[in-house]
């Protein structure tokens, strides 16, 4: 139905190709961000983890009062090192069969690399998704571009034209 | 609801996001909007009066027939949800920043 491409975000980093690949995902834990604007577990103690191959998952664990709770993000869909992977990315507020998805590629480029992020697949949601509704400040924040990556561009697009 | 919301809520259904695709090329009557999309004229008059309400159409009349009306996006709405999309690409930037921090502190060569 609507066609172009997703949210996007690049980045280049002054390591190799192989390093790129192997810190964006076995380091995880180590770069991303922490508090409640990146993270499922808010201010707890958390951890991050990324188990590498095909139908290996992005998954962050935290402790509450409870004991250890797992907040699975995604299964690794796509598994190229250290070219590209691709991953679905399921926001908290997301029911079990829904997801988006995350492509990373890592490009050789002189120096260093240049590593890409595309986000998209926001359309499959279901109707009325409560991309907003109902969700606090920092939860929406992390559940930052919710449906409609592929709309993105086209709208991007319309407001260039004028 | 902040006119966001509004934008969000008219959006969030695969035929409303259908008729906002089709009308970025060119205005359009409800009939024609109605027949790309597969569906009832009623049901495409529903969908019309939520993105109406929402902002992010508005109708217009055809020449001199008040009863012909064509439907055509407004700018407006359209500011905002491109202010969200850059808070979205703000994120993945901000974690591919940290990234770089890291990567370049553990394995660059200096």
């Known amino acids: ?162 | 609801m902040s006119e966001l919301d509004r934008t969000l809520f008219a959006l969030s259904d695969p035929t409303r996001r259908g008729v906002v695709d089709l009308l970025r090329r060119k205005p359009r009557r409800a009939g024609e909007l109605a027949e790309a999309l597969a569906m009832s004229p009623p049901a495409m008059s529903r969908h019309l009066r939520v993105l109406r309400q929402s902002g992010l159409v508005e109708e217009d009349h055809e020449g001199d027939d008040a009863r012909v009306r064509t439907y055509r996006l407004r700018q407006r709405p359209f500011r905002a949800l491109r202010r969200w999309v850059e808070d979205v690409e703000a994120f993945w930037a901000s974690e591919l920043d940290a990234f770089r921090e890291h990567a370049e502190r553990t394995r660059g060569k200096r």
Do not use: C
């Open chain 1, 1 to 162: 139905m609507i066609s172009g491409d997703a949210a996007a975000a690049s980045v280049f980093v002054r390591v190799s190709q192989e390093d790129a690949f192997d810190v964006f995902t076995r380091e995880i834990d180590a770069w991303w961000k922490t508090g409640p604007k990146f993270r499922v577990a808010g201010k707890r103690r958390g951890r991050l983890f990324f188990e590498g191959g095909l139908g290996g998952r992005l998954f962050e664990t935290f402790e509450v009062a409870s004991g250890t709770r797992t907040f699975e993000v995604g299964k690794v869909t796509a598994w190229d090192p250290p070219r590209r992977m691709e991953l679905e990315w399921r926001i908290s507020n997301f029911a079990p069969d829904e997801k988006t998805t995350v492509e990373v590629t890592f490009e050789a480029m002189g120096e260093g690399t240049m590593v890409t992020v595309r986000h998209r697949g926001w359309a499959s949601l279901r109707k009325g998704h409560p991309a907003r509704h109902g969700l606090e400040g920092a939860a929406f924040a992390r559940s930052i571009g919710m449906w409609w990556g592929e709309l993105m561009t086209s709208l991007r697009e319309h407001v260039a034209e004028r």
